[in-house]
Protein backbone atom coordinates (compact mmCIF):
# COMPACT_ATOMS: atom_id res chain seq x y z
CA UNK A 1 0.00 0.00 0.00
CA UNK A 2 0.82 3.61 -0.38
CA UNK A 3 1.96 5.10 2.53
CA UNK A 4 0.71 8.02 3.98
CA UNK A 5 0.97 10.15 6.75
CA UNK A 6 2.19 8.20 9.53
CA UNK A 7 -0.13 7.50 12.52
CA UNK A 8 2.57 6.66 14.89
CA UNK A 9 5.06 4.07 15.41
CA UNK A 10 4.99 0.44 17.09
CA UNK A 11 7.39 -0.83 19.05
CA UNK A 12 7.70 -4.73 19.00
CA UNK A 13 9.78 -6.83 21.21
CA UNK A 14 9.76 -9.97 22.60
CA UNK A 15 11.01 -11.22 26.69
CA UNK A 16 10.99 -13.97 28.99
CA UNK A 17 11.68 -17.53 27.88
CA UNK A 18 10.86 -18.59 23.93
CA UNK A 19 7.53 -20.02 23.41
CA UNK A 20 6.06 -21.15 19.92
CA UNK A 21 3.92 -18.59 18.26
CA UNK A 22 6.00 -15.55 19.11
CA UNK A 23 6.28 -15.01 15.58
CA UNK A 24 2.43 -15.01 14.74
CA UNK A 25 2.29 -12.37 17.27
CA UNK A 26 5.09 -10.18 15.64
CA UNK A 27 3.41 -10.93 11.87
CA UNK A 28 -0.09 -10.31 12.65
CA UNK A 29 0.85 -7.25 14.17
CA UNK A 30 3.30 -5.66 11.98
CA UNK A 31 0.43 -6.24 8.97
CA UNK A 32 -2.40 -5.10 10.94
CA UNK A 33 -0.29 -1.73 12.21
CA UNK A 34 1.32 -0.61 8.48
CA UNK A 35 -2.34 -1.48 7.00
CA UNK A 36 -3.41 1.33 9.09
CA UNK A 37 -0.32 3.65 8.84
CA UNK A 38 0.99 2.76 11.59
CA UNK A 39 5.01 2.27 11.07
CA UNK A 40 6.48 -0.54 13.14
CA UNK A 41 10.27 -1.14 14.25
CA UNK A 42 11.36 -4.20 15.68
CA UNK A 43 13.18 -4.48 19.28
CA UNK A 44 16.33 -6.61 19.25
CA UNK A 45 16.62 -8.34 22.90
CA UNK A 46 13.62 -7.14 24.77
CA UNK A 47 14.66 -4.72 27.25
CA UNK A 48 18.22 -5.16 27.43
CA UNK A 49 19.41 -2.21 24.59
CA UNK A 50 16.85 -0.10 25.98
CA UNK A 51 18.18 -0.24 29.57
CA UNK A 52 21.57 1.27 28.03
CA UNK A 53 19.42 4.11 26.31
CA UNK A 54 19.50 2.59 22.87
CA UNK A 55 16.65 0.96 20.89
CA UNK A 56 18.75 -1.41 19.11
CA UNK A 57 16.41 -2.83 15.97
CA UNK A 58 15.20 -2.83 12.57
CA UNK A 59 11.68 -1.28 10.91
CA UNK A 60 9.64 -4.29 9.76
CA UNK A 61 7.41 -3.94 6.58
CA UNK A 62 5.02 -6.82 5.48
CA UNK A 63 7.71 -8.48 3.03
CA UNK A 64 9.73 -9.26 6.11
CA UNK A 65 6.99 -10.83 8.47
CA UNK A 66 4.97 -12.60 5.87
CA UNK A 67 5.36 -16.17 6.89
CA UNK A 68 7.79 -15.88 9.81
CA UNK A 69 3.85 -16.95 11.44
CA UNK A 70 5.23 -21.19 10.23
CA UNK A 71 8.48 -20.98 12.59
CA UNK A 72 9.53 -21.21 15.89
CA UNK A 73 11.49 -19.02 17.57
CA UNK A 74 11.80 -15.56 17.36
CA UNK A 75 13.15 -13.01 14.87
CA UNK A 76 13.44 -10.42 17.35
CA UNK A 77 15.03 -12.46 19.60
CA UNK A 78 14.32 -12.53 23.79
CA UNK A 79 16.15 -11.80 26.85
CA UNK A 80 15.25 -11.66 30.48
CA UNK A 81 16.57 -8.26 30.87
CA UNK A 82 14.83 -6.22 33.64
CA UNK A 83 14.74 -2.48 33.55
CA UNK A 84 12.03 -2.31 36.97
CA UNK A 85 15.45 -2.59 39.11
CA UNK A 86 16.35 1.08 39.51
CA UNK A 87 14.85 4.57 38.16
CA UNK A 88 17.58 4.93 35.76
CA UNK A 89 16.91 1.71 33.78
CA UNK A 90 13.41 3.05 33.50
CA UNK A 91 14.50 6.79 32.65
CA UNK A 92 16.83 4.67 29.77
CA UNK A 93 13.86 2.92 28.34
CA UNK A 94 11.69 5.38 28.11
CA UNK A 95 14.00 7.81 26.96
CA UNK A 96 15.48 5.62 24.27
CA UNK A 97 11.52 4.90 22.90
CA UNK A 98 10.80 8.16 22.54
CA UNK A 99 13.72 9.48 20.79
CA UNK A 100 13.14 6.55 18.25
CA UNK A 101 9.62 8.04 17.59
CA UNK A 102 7.25 5.14 19.45
CA UNK A 103 4.46 5.72 20.67
CA UNK A 104 2.80 2.12 20.91
CA UNK A 105 4.64 -1.00 22.38
CA UNK A 106 3.72 -4.12 22.34
CA UNK A 107 5.30 -6.48 24.52
CA UNK A 108 5.40 -10.08 23.82
CA UNK A 109 5.63 -12.54 27.38
CA UNK A 110 5.08 -13.53 30.52
CA UNK A 111 4.26 -11.56 33.86
CA UNK A 112 7.33 -9.84 34.20
CA UNK A 113 7.35 -8.53 30.39
CA UNK A 114 4.15 -7.06 31.50
CA UNK A 115 5.24 -5.33 34.73
CA UNK A 116 7.82 -4.03 32.63
CA UNK A 117 6.40 -2.04 29.78
CA UNK A 118 3.92 -1.18 32.26
CA UNK A 119 6.45 0.74 34.50
CA UNK A 120 8.65 1.74 31.30
CA UNK A 121 5.18 3.48 30.10
CA UNK A 122 4.31 4.81 33.28
CA UNK A 123 7.59 5.94 34.22
CA UNK A 124 8.30 7.70 30.68
CA UNK A 125 4.13 9.75 31.00
CA UNK A 126 5.15 10.58 34.93
CA UNK A 127 8.59 11.92 34.75
CA UNK A 128 9.21 12.46 30.54
CA UNK A 129 5.67 14.14 29.83
CA UNK A 130 5.33 11.28 26.67
CA UNK A 131 2.73 9.18 26.94
CA UNK A 132 3.29 5.41 25.19
CA UNK A 133 0.38 3.04 25.16
CA UNK A 134 1.45 -0.23 26.34
CA UNK A 135 -0.23 -4.08 25.35
CA UNK A 136 0.91 -6.91 26.43
CA UNK A 137 0.29 -10.52 24.79
CA UNK A 138 0.73 -13.25 26.94
CA UNK A 139 3.30 -15.63 26.37
CA UNK A 140 4.38 -18.64 28.54
CA UNK A 141 4.28 -22.55 27.70
CA UNK A 142 3.45 -23.18 31.42
CA UNK A 143 0.18 -22.21 30.97
CA UNK A 144 0.03 -20.11 34.16
CA UNK A 145 -1.09 -16.89 34.01
CA UNK A 146 -4.01 -15.72 35.58
CA UNK A 147 -6.56 -15.80 32.54
CA UNK A 148 -9.87 -17.39 32.53
CA UNK A 149 -9.36 -21.03 32.69
CA UNK A 150 -10.20 -21.70 29.45
CA UNK A 151 -8.05 -19.94 27.72
CA UNK A 152 -4.46 -21.31 27.07
CA UNK A 153 -1.47 -18.93 27.01
CA UNK A 154 0.09 -19.46 23.56
CA UNK A 155 3.04 -21.71 22.74
CA UNK A 156 1.75 -24.15 25.56
CA UNK A 157 -0.62 -26.40 23.32
CA UNK A 158 2.34 -26.67 20.69
CA UNK A 159 4.97 -27.20 23.41
CA UNK A 160 2.38 -29.81 25.11
CA UNK A 161 2.14 -31.88 21.82
CA UNK A 162 5.92 -32.07 20.97
CA UNK A 163 6.43 -33.30 24.98
CA UNK A 164 3.71 -35.79 24.04
CA UNK A 165 5.33 -37.36 21.19
CA UNK A 166 8.52 -37.09 22.67
CA UNK A 167 7.63 -39.14 25.77
CA UNK A 168 5.28 -41.60 23.59
CA UNK A 169 8.67 -42.38 22.02
CA UNK A 170 10.45 -42.90 25.24
CA UNK A 171 7.33 -45.04 26.48
CA UNK A 172 7.87 -47.59 23.18
CA UNK A 173 11.33 -47.74 24.68
CA UNK A 174 10.50 -48.94 27.99
CA UNK A 175 8.70 -51.58 26.66
CA UNK A 176 11.30 -52.63 24.61
CA UNK A 177 13.99 -52.31 27.11
CA UNK A 178 12.09 -52.73 30.25
CA UNK A 179 13.56 -49.63 31.93
CA UNK A 180 12.46 -46.72 33.61
CA UNK A 181 12.56 -43.29 32.58
CA UNK A 182 12.51 -40.27 34.97
CA UNK A 183 11.10 -37.32 33.20
CA UNK A 184 11.67 -33.38 34.39
CA UNK A 185 8.71 -31.32 32.97
CA UNK A 186 9.22 -27.36 32.50
CA UNK A 187 6.57 -25.65 34.71
CA UNK A 188 8.35 -23.32 37.29
CA UNK A 189 5.11 -22.65 39.64
CA UNK A 190 2.21 -24.80 37.82
CA UNK A 191 1.58 -28.28 36.62
CA UNK A 192 0.10 -27.83 33.21
CA UNK A 193 2.45 -29.05 31.13
CA UNK A 194 3.57 -31.86 32.99
CA UNK A 195 -0.09 -32.93 33.27
CA UNK A 196 -0.66 -32.05 30.29
CA UNK A 197 2.30 -34.21 28.35
CA UNK A 198 2.01 -37.24 31.41
CA UNK A 199 -1.90 -37.52 30.68
CA UNK A 200 -1.91 -37.25 26.48
CA UNK A 201 1.64 -39.76 26.30
CA UNK A 202 -0.23 -42.29 28.72
CA UNK A 203 2.76 -41.91 31.28
CA UNK A 204 3.18 -44.36 34.49
CA UNK A 205 2.62 -41.31 36.55
CA UNK A 206 3.02 -37.60 36.64
CA UNK A 207 3.97 -35.36 40.09
CA UNK A 208 3.11 -32.25 40.21
CA UNK A 209 3.35 -29.21 43.02
CA UNK A 210 -0.21 -28.81 42.89
CA UNK A 211 -0.66 -31.73 44.91
CA UNK A 212 0.40 -30.64 47.89
CA UNK A 213 -1.40 -27.77 48.17
CA UNK A 214 0.97 -24.69 48.69
CA UNK A 215 2.68 -26.88 51.60
CA UNK A 216 6.42 -27.76 51.70
CA UNK A 217 7.81 -30.53 49.36
CA UNK A 218 10.09 -33.21 51.03
CA UNK A 219 12.79 -34.89 48.58
CA UNK A 220 12.25 -38.02 50.64
CA UNK A 221 8.11 -38.31 49.95
CA UNK A 222 8.77 -37.71 46.45
CA UNK A 223 11.61 -40.41 46.13
CA UNK A 224 8.72 -42.86 48.17
CA UNK A 225 5.71 -41.70 46.19
CA UNK A 226 8.30 -42.67 42.54
CA UNK A 227 9.54 -45.80 44.22
CA UNK A 228 5.76 -47.23 45.32
CA UNK A 229 5.23 -46.77 41.82
CA UNK A 230 7.54 -48.90 40.25
CA UNK A 231 6.84 -51.92 43.22
CA UNK A 232 3.46 -51.57 41.72
CA UNK A 233 4.48 -52.30 38.27
CA UNK A 234 6.98 -54.53 39.08
CA UNK A 235 4.14 -56.69 41.34
CA UNK A 236 2.03 -56.53 38.25
CA UNK A 237 4.99 -58.18 36.26
CA UNK A 238 6.13 -55.14 34.82
CA UNK A 239 9.56 -53.99 35.97
CA UNK A 240 9.38 -50.47 33.72
CA UNK A 241 7.32 -47.39 32.92
CA UNK A 242 7.33 -43.08 32.48
CA UNK A 243 7.05 -40.60 35.49
CA UNK A 244 6.82 -37.02 34.62
CA UNK A 245 7.68 -34.54 37.24
CA UNK A 246 7.01 -31.00 36.68
CA UNK A 247 10.31 -29.20 37.58
CA UNK A 248 7.52 -26.60 39.89
CA UNK A 249 8.03 -29.61 42.43
CA UNK A 250 11.99 -28.04 43.28
CA UNK A 251 10.69 -25.18 43.77
CA UNK A 252 8.23 -25.94 46.67
CA UNK A 253 10.89 -28.31 48.26
CA UNK A 254 12.47 -27.93 51.72
CA UNK A 255 16.25 -26.46 51.43
CA UNK A 256 17.09 -28.34 54.30
CA UNK A 257 16.76 -30.84 51.51
CA UNK A 258 18.34 -29.05 48.69
CA UNK A 259 21.10 -27.42 50.21
CA UNK A 260 22.52 -26.27 46.48
CA UNK A 261 19.46 -24.33 45.77
CA UNK A 262 20.91 -21.29 48.31
CA UNK A 263 23.54 -21.34 46.11
CA UNK A 264 22.14 -21.27 42.82
CA UNK A 265 22.11 -18.09 40.55
CA UNK A 266 18.89 -16.24 40.27
CA UNK A 267 17.61 -14.26 36.82
CA UNK A 268 17.04 -10.59 36.42
CA UNK A 269 13.55 -10.93 38.30
CA UNK A 270 15.12 -13.17 41.41
CA UNK A 271 13.50 -16.44 39.65
CA UNK A 272 16.06 -19.57 40.66
CA UNK A 273 17.42 -20.88 37.36
CA UNK A 274 15.89 -24.21 37.47
CA UNK A 275 17.60 -25.31 34.04
CA UNK A 276 21.30 -24.83 36.50
CA UNK A 277 20.58 -27.62 38.60
CA UNK A 278 19.91 -31.03 37.55
CA UNK A 279 16.80 -32.07 39.44
CA UNK A 280 16.45 -35.22 37.31
CA UNK A 281 19.83 -36.36 38.49
CA UNK A 282 19.17 -35.64 42.06
CA UNK A 283 15.76 -37.38 42.01
CA UNK A 284 17.10 -40.60 40.30
CA UNK A 285 20.14 -40.84 42.43
CA UNK A 286 17.97 -40.39 45.05
CA UNK A 287 15.98 -42.94 43.70
CA UNK A 288 18.46 -45.44 42.89
CA UNK A 289 19.46 -45.26 46.45
CA UNK A 290 16.50 -45.78 47.97
CA UNK A 291 15.72 -49.05 45.63
CA UNK A 292 19.39 -50.17 46.58
CA UNK A 293 18.37 -50.03 50.14
CA UNK A 294 15.25 -52.61 49.66
CA UNK A 295 17.45 -55.05 47.84
CA UNK A 296 16.58 -53.96 44.07
CA UNK A 297 18.75 -52.87 41.31
CA UNK A 298 17.21 -50.91 38.56
CA UNK A 299 18.15 -48.67 35.63
CA UNK A 300 16.92 -45.41 35.86
CA UNK A 301 17.19 -43.30 32.44
CA UNK A 302 16.29 -39.09 33.35
CA UNK A 303 15.78 -36.69 31.21
CA UNK A 304 14.93 -33.10 31.50
CA UNK A 305 12.23 -32.03 29.35
CA UNK A 306 12.13 -28.19 28.27
CA UNK A 307 14.00 -26.38 25.47
CA UNK A 308 13.34 -28.85 22.96
CA UNK A 309 9.94 -28.13 23.54
CA UNK A 310 10.42 -23.73 23.53
CA UNK A 311 11.50 -22.86 19.93
CA UNK A 312 9.31 -25.62 17.94
CA UNK A 313 7.12 -24.66 15.09
CA UNK A 314 4.02 -23.85 16.27
CA UNK A 315 0.72 -26.44 15.41
CA UNK A 316 -1.96 -25.40 13.70
CA UNK A 317 -4.00 -24.11 16.90
CA UNK A 318 -0.91 -21.62 18.25
CA UNK A 319 -0.27 -20.42 14.27
CA UNK A 320 -4.29 -19.42 14.17
CA UNK A 321 -4.36 -17.99 18.05
CA UNK A 322 -1.19 -15.28 17.62
CA UNK A 323 -2.46 -14.25 14.76
CA UNK A 324 -5.78 -13.13 16.00
CA UNK A 325 -3.66 -12.08 19.37
CA UNK A 326 -1.33 -9.65 17.57
CA UNK A 327 -4.02 -8.32 15.32
CA UNK A 328 -6.32 -7.94 18.34
CA UNK A 329 -3.42 -6.31 19.80
CA UNK A 330 -2.82 -3.05 17.31
CA UNK A 331 -6.52 -2.69 17.27
CA UNK A 332 -6.77 -2.14 21.03
CA UNK A 333 -3.67 0.56 21.03
CA UNK A 334 -5.41 2.41 17.58
CA UNK A 335 -8.89 2.37 19.58
CA UNK A 336 -7.13 4.29 22.72
CA UNK A 337 -6.16 1.41 24.96
CA UNK A 338 -3.14 0.83 27.03
CA UNK A 339 -1.68 -0.85 30.07
CA UNK A 340 -3.50 -4.03 29.62
CA UNK A 341 -3.16 -7.68 28.23
CA UNK A 342 -4.54 -8.66 25.19
CA UNK A 343 -7.20 -12.00 25.38
CA UNK A 344 -9.70 -13.39 23.37
CA UNK A 345 -12.60 -15.19 25.58
CA UNK A 346 -15.53 -16.48 23.21
CA UNK A 347 -14.14 -15.31 20.50
CA UNK A 348 -13.99 -11.93 21.70
CA UNK A 349 -10.70 -9.32 22.66
CA UNK A 350 -11.18 -8.22 25.98
CA UNK A 351 -8.08 -6.74 27.51
CA UNK A 352 -7.33 -7.12 30.96
CA UNK A 353 -5.88 -4.14 32.58
CA UNK A 354 -2.61 -4.45 34.22
CA UNK A 355 -3.61 -3.14 37.58
CA UNK A 356 -6.65 -5.64 37.45
CA UNK A 357 -4.17 -8.30 37.41
CA UNK A 358 -0.96 -7.61 39.21
CA UNK A 359 0.58 -6.20 42.23
CA UNK A 360 1.62 -2.87 41.59
CA UNK A 361 4.34 -2.74 43.85
CA UNK A 362 5.85 -6.09 43.28
CA UNK A 363 4.45 -7.08 39.45
CA UNK A 364 3.79 -10.54 40.64
CA UNK A 365 0.21 -11.61 39.21
CA UNK A 366 -1.29 -14.84 41.26
CA UNK A 367 -0.18 -18.06 39.43
CA UNK A 368 -2.96 -20.10 37.43
CA UNK A 369 -2.64 -23.68 38.89
CA UNK A 370 -3.71 -26.73 38.22
CA UNK A 371 -7.00 -27.57 39.92
CA UNK A 372 -6.98 -30.67 41.66
CA UNK A 373 -10.65 -30.52 42.01
CA UNK A 374 -11.50 -30.57 38.63
CA UNK A 375 -12.72 -33.25 36.32
CA UNK A 376 -9.49 -33.33 34.59
CA UNK A 377 -6.81 -33.23 36.97
CA UNK A 378 -9.40 -36.82 38.64
CA UNK A 379 -9.13 -38.17 35.31
CA UNK A 380 -5.20 -37.86 35.19
CA UNK A 381 -4.58 -39.02 38.41
CA UNK A 382 -7.10 -42.15 38.07
CA UNK A 383 -5.27 -43.46 34.73
CA UNK A 384 -1.72 -42.88 36.94
CA UNK A 385 -0.34 -46.18 38.47
CA UNK A 386 0.64 -45.56 42.12
CA UNK A 387 0.42 -46.21 45.56
CA UNK A 388 -3.47 -44.62 46.31
CA UNK A 389 -5.85 -44.37 49.23
CA UNK A 390 -8.16 -46.87 47.92
CA UNK A 391 -5.36 -49.30 48.20
CA UNK A 392 -4.91 -49.50 51.85
CA UNK A 393 -7.29 -52.70 52.21
CA UNK A 394 -6.03 -54.68 49.59
CA UNK A 395 -3.58 -56.43 51.34
CA UNK A 396 -2.54 -58.88 48.97
CA UNK A 397 -1.60 -55.79 46.75
CA UNK A 398 0.46 -54.52 49.55
CA UNK A 399 2.00 -57.92 50.09
CA UNK A 400 2.84 -58.34 46.49
CA UNK A 401 4.83 -55.29 46.79
CA UNK A 402 6.25 -55.97 49.50
CA UNK A 403 7.43 -58.88 48.34
CA UNK A 404 9.33 -57.33 45.98
CA UNK A 405 11.80 -56.20 48.21
CA UNK A 406 13.94 -57.00 51.09
CA UNK A 407 11.10 -55.91 53.86
CA UNK A 408 8.61 -57.94 55.38
CA UNK A 409 4.69 -57.41 55.24
CA UNK A 410 4.54 -54.82 58.06
CA UNK A 411 7.79 -53.18 57.71
CA UNK A 412 6.67 -52.34 54.04
CA UNK A 413 3.44 -50.66 55.49
CA UNK A 414 5.45 -48.85 58.41
CA UNK A 415 7.84 -46.93 55.73
CA UNK A 416 5.34 -46.51 52.79
CA UNK A 417 1.87 -46.54 55.05
CA UNK A 418 1.94 -42.61 55.14
CA UNK A 419 1.28 -42.51 51.37
CA UNK A 420 -1.85 -44.04 51.56
CA UNK A 421 -3.40 -42.60 54.53
CA UNK A 422 -3.99 -39.31 52.59
CA UNK A 423 -7.74 -39.13 53.02
CA UNK A 424 -7.45 -35.19 53.61
CA UNK A 425 -6.23 -34.98 49.96
CA UNK A 426 -8.65 -33.98 47.64
CA UNK A 427 -8.09 -36.79 45.38
Same mark, same amino acid.
Given at each position: ?????????????????????????????????????????????????????????????????????????????????????????????????????????????????????????????????????????? &?????? !?? *??? #??????????? +? =????????????????????????????????????? &?????? !?? *??? #??????????? +? =????????????????????????????????????? &?????????????????????????????????????????????????????????????????????????????????????????????????????????????????????????????????????????????????????????????????????????
Amino acid at each position: MNKQKSNGKLGILVAGGPAPGINGIIHSATIEAINNGIEVIGIYDGFQHLMKGKLVGRPLEINDVSRIHLKGGSILRTSRANPTKSPHLLKNCGEALIESGVNYLLAIGGDDTAYSAYRVARYAEENLGVKIQTVHAP &KTIDND !LP *LPE #EIRTFGFETAR +E =VGTRIVMNLMTETLTTHRWFLIVAMGRKAGHLALGIG &KSAGAT !LT *LIP #EEWGGNEIRLQ +E =VADILVTSMLKRRAEGKPYGIAVVAEGVIEQMSHDDL &KILDHLPRDEHGHLRLSELNFSDILKHKLLRDLEDLGIKMRIINKDLGYELRCADPIAFDIDYTRSLGEAAVEFLRKGGSHATITIQQNQVVPLPFDEMMDPETGRTEVRTVNIDSFVYRSAYKFMIRLKPQDAKDELLLARMAGQTNLTLEEFKARYGYLIDLADRPF
